[in-house]
């Protein structure tokens, strides 16, 4: 009974998690999948192309239909949303359903299907129906196709994107790869430094601890615009190389808006994350273990190959779970100073919330983010955890 009445107190833990974290997961994989500004823009047309077969045009009703719910969808300025949505499925579809609107009651013509052919050709073929049907679908994988390099056809069938469209894929790899870089640089330049901090006196730990957190306390938006200075042709770096005479004046490097800026400014950024928790364990390794190892005839490799490293581990598994999750889905470092080159699929994520407005489509792709994440801990838990990993 008193463990009943203890459980209470972890009501507002529960709430928050459910109101911050699921509540949030649970809408962008809703809007991934579902959009129904089409079939509530044109309620009518999405009942009767649902039951059109799809094998010839649709019959004079159907074009009665769709040209009373344009007319009103102009009135009530809903045409646009309708046009940009039918464009997703079918390019070209914006400007064709924009002009059928605004000509369709001045055309004359014997009916209403004779009036939209007339406007445009392009109503006389299956392809536009098919988009129409596809768009008026309230539930869709064409997004998560899309985000996969794949494109969802007007007729129902899955086609690979052509090789100029194919983004997605491309990026998902590049993330990837830079994830698993920024990990490995943060691993090799963090191991020996909180090494050093926990076999320091206690005066020497401090130091090198201030030294760790100074930058961590630092805005994120002033260490990637300092080393958008540094690294800059013109920039601190190469004036010290151009004085030192390893490169020539005109010769100047390329650090910034490519890869090698990305990678170098996230590296910075997130060392702390890895340094920290490696910290938190060597302090609790016991220093007579490799003392120990030492005088049963190891050397110092041995000792620490053999002792040392192994319960360490923990440290690094934790160290680089935080690196890798943060890595695969930063923004501000890599947009600021990767440039084009530079940039990973969060980049591409936010233009489509900003600027092209394909919420869908930039769902999917975080969806995804979050599923690889989710599953890297699976991973983790599974072999790794922490838990499952003794000291001494």
Known sequence: MGAFKASWLALPLVGFIIVTLLVPIFSLIRLSVYDST??????????????????????????????????????TRELGRIASRVNRVLSGSRSLIS???????????????????????????????????????????????????????PDGSIEQMPETQRVY????????????????????????MAYAMAHAGPGWARVLLVLVLIPFWTSLLVRTTSWIVILQQQGVLNDIFVFLGLVGDDNRLTMVHNMTGTLVAMTQVLLPFMILPLYSVMTNIPRDLTKAASSLGANPYQAFVRVYLPNSLPGVAAGGLLVFILSIGYYITPALVGGSKGQLISNL????????????????????????????????????????????
């Open 38 to 75: 089409v079939a509530d823009a044109l309620p009518k047309t999405a009942e009767t192309l649902q039951a059109w077969q799809g094998t010839e045009i649709p019959s004079i009703t159907t074009f009665e239909i769709l040209g009373e719910e344009l007319t009103t969808a102009r009135e």
């Open 99 to 153: 002009k059928t609107a605004r000509r369709l009651a001045r055309e004359d013509a014997p009916d209403v299907r004779s009036a939209f052919i007339a406007i445009d050709e392009d109503w006389g073929q299956l392809e536009i129906w098919h988009a129409l049907q596809q768009a008026t679908k309230t539930f869709s994988s064409r997004n998560f196709l899309q985000a996969i390099d794949l494109g969802l056809m």
């Open 169 to 192: 894929v491309t990026l998902f790899i590049r993330t990837l790869g830079v994830s698993i870089a920024v990990t490995l640089l943060c691993f090799l330049i963090g191991y020996p």
């Open 349 to 392: 994520i936010a233009y489509h919330l900003q600027t092209s407005l394909n919420w869908g489509l930039a769902a999917a792709l975080s969806v995804i983010l979050l599923a690889g994440v989710i599953l890297l801990y699976i991973v983790y838990d599974r072999f790794i955890g922490i838990d499952r990993m003794k000291l001494g």
